[in-house]
């Protein structure tokens, strides 16, 4: 499954202290960028040979602010990157650092931002899925069972954020009708029961109704195939629009980004045996109605 794992410590509640004036909340998703951000401070800073506080005295805010900053958990305002900037010998790195700023995504795992953010550029996008039905193809209600179960559990403002971003995420299928999906997935992964009948129904429904359009092709791997040459787990392949070939492949806790071309070429090819031996697309949709009427 895409994993939409919320990290960061939740943002103060009732008991929370006033934000002084000049200082702003705790980013509840840190980005990859402003780690980055946050580490080119420090360096700058460990450079110019000052502490925490020193520097804190320079920019005019707390020395609790200058520590959030250094560690990405907080988005730096103009001020702030202009009075470090020239605290820390006008280089111009922080002011250029700043331009890449973006906030996290809520609802997404570490590692799987930025094959989330390549998702929404590629030309095309191949999933193979033996675990769960792949998350662009979810209902809300089976994504919602998924989170529920998953350990640790999580609080109902975390469930919510997963919940939305897996259903932002499938937004992209809708809005690009000319990039083709293909999907292949095992068929005892529709078998697995959850809910009632009546969620397993709206379920295949759901299925059958993200896969009709002329871009999406849905294949599903009978039981009677047998073994095949993707038994090694779940994988994603995109094709970027330079024509570069990725993967993304995930387990327990993880998720692991592909570039190096020879393993995407391997994992290309076992794909493209699995697309010949799984059933047809029609095929494949017939199988589905099959599983929705014995419910």
Same mark, same amino acid.
């Given at each position: 499954?895409?994993?939409?794992?919320?990290?960061?410590?939740?943002?103060? !509640?009732?008991?929370?202290?006033?934000?002084?004036? !000049?200082?702003?909340?705790?980013?509840?998703?840190?980005?990859?960028?402003?780690?980055?951000?946050?580490?080119?401070?420090?360096?700058?800073?460990?450079?110019?040979?000052?502490?925490?506080?020193?520097?804190?005295?320079?920019?005019?805010?707390?020395?609790?602010?200058?520590?959030?900053?250094?560690?990405? $958990?907080?988005?730096?305002?103009?001020?702030?990157?202009?009075?470090?900037?020239?605290?820390?010998?006008?280089?111009?790195?922080?002011?250029?650092?700043?331009?890449?700023?973006?906030?996290?995504?809520?609802?997404?795992?570490?590692?799987?931002?930025?094959?989330?953010?390549?998702?929404?550029?590629?030309?095309?996008?191949?999933? #193979?899925?033996?675990?769960?039905?792949?998350?662009?193809?979810?209902?809300?209600? #089976?994504?919602?069972?998924?989170?529920?179960?998953? =350990?640790?559990?999580?609080?109902?403002?975390?469930?919510?954020?997963?919940?939305?971003?897996?259903?932002?995420?499938?937004?992209?299928?809708?809005?690009?009708?000319?990039?083709?999906?293909?999907? =292949?997935?095992?068929?005892?992964?529709?078998?697995?029961?959850?809910?009632?009948?009546?969620?397993?129904?709206?379920?295949?429904?759901?299925?059958?109704?993200?896969?009709?359009? $002329?871009?999406?092709?849905?294949?599903?791997?009978?039981?009677?195939? !047998?073994?095949?040459?993707?038994?090694?787990?779940?994988?994603?392949?995109?094709?970027?629009?330079?024509?570069?070939?990725?993967? #993304?492949?995930?387990?327990?806790?993880?998720?692991?980004? =592909?570039?190096?071309?020879?393993?995407?070429?391997?994992?290309?090819?076992?794909?493209?045996?699995?697309?010949?031996?799984?059933?047809?697309?029609?095929?494949?949709?017939?199988?589905?109605?099959?599983?929705?009427?014995?419910?």
């Amino acid at each position: 499954m895409e994993s939409v794992g919320v990290e960061g410590e939740a943002a103060g !509640g009732a008991g929370a202290r006033a934000v002084p004036a !000049g200082e702003w909340e705790r980013e509840p998703h840190p980005s990859d960028s402003l780690r980055t951000f946050g580490a080119v401070v420090q360096a700058l800073r460990e450079h110019a040979g000052l502490s925490r506080v020193e520097l804190s005295s320079r920019v005019q805010y707390s020395k609790h602010t200058v520590e959030s900053v250094e560690l990405g $958990r907080r988005m730096p305002d103009e001020a702030f990157v202009e009075r470090a900037e020239e605290a820390l010998g006008n280089t111009g790195a922080l002011r250029k650092a700043a331009r890449h700023l973006t906030r996290g995504e809520a609802g997404l795992a570490a590692w799987f931002r930025r094959w989330a953010r390549l998702e929404r550029e590629a030309v095309s996008l191949c999933t #193979y899925e033996c675990r769960l039905v792949p998350g662009l193809l979810q209902s809300e209600a #089976y994504a919602r069972a998924v989170f529920e179960g998953t =350990i640790p559990l999580r609080t109902d403002e975390e469930l919510e954020a997963q919940l939305t971003a897996r259903m932002e995420r499938q937004a992209m299928m809708r809005e690009r009708p000319r990039v083709p999906f293909s999907f =292949i997935v095992e068929e005892h992964v529709f078998r697995r029961r959850f809910g009632d009948a009546g969620a397993m129904r709206e379920l295949v429904d759901h299925v059958l109704e993200r896969s009709a359009p $002329r871009n999406v092709a849905l294949q599903v791997v009978p039981l009677e195939a !047998g073994l095949h040459a993707c038994l090694d787990g779940p994988v994603q392949l995109l094709e970027t629009p330079e024509g570069r070939r990725l993967a #993304y492949s995930e387990g327990q806790e993880n998720g692991r980004l =592909i570039t190096d071309a020879k393993q995407v070429s391997v994992l290309c090819r076992r794909y493209e045996t699995l697309r010949s031996q799984a059933l047809s697309p029609n095929e494949s949709r017939a199988l589905l109605e099959r599983l929705r009427g014995e419910l």
